[in-house]
């Protein structure tokens, strides 16, 4: 299997940026799609991003409109989300996850998760 850990999380002003970071354990991390997902108080947890085993695709949640940029590093283990403009509503708990077959958009399909990381934007 696959452990998950992210970091990056903190609090931002408004159109400020953050990184967030996903370090993973396990012998097939190319295996797995990666993905982001989000979820804020009342809310479901969401689509963010998706990225393919090699890199070659990538996804993004409607919302996104360009200011978030996935990528993977597999020598290092490693898949990060570059979140740039970010916005009050972009508040959540942030989640990696990874998964080896089923739809890059659904939580459903995805086998392994991170306990979170907290992000919270301010006005």
């Known amino acids: 299997q696959v452990q998950l850990v992210e970091s990056g999380g903190g609090l931002v002003q408004a159109g400020g940026s953050l990184r967030l970071s996903c370090a993973a354990s396990?012998?097939?991390?190319?295996?797995?799609?990666m993905g982001w997902f989000r979820q804020a108080p009342g809310k479901e947890r969401e689509f963010v991003a998706a990225?393919?085993?090699?890199?070659?695709?990538?996804y993004y949640g409607d919302f996104v409109k360009g200011r978030f940029t996935i990528s993977r590093d597999n020598a290092k283990k490693l898949v990060s989300l570059q979140m740039k403009s970010l916005k009050p509503e972009d508040t959540a708990v942030y989640y990696c996850?990874?998964?080896?077959?089923?739809?890059?958009?659904?939580?459903?399909?995805?086998?392994?998760w991170g306990q979170g990381t907290q992000v919270t934007v301010s006005s």
């Open positions: 990225i393919s085993q090699y890199g070659a695709y990538t």
């Open positions: 996850a990874a998964k080896t077959s089923g739809t890059y958009s659904e939580g459903r399909w995805y086998d392994y």
């Open positions: 396990g012998r097939t991390f190319s295996s797995y799609t």
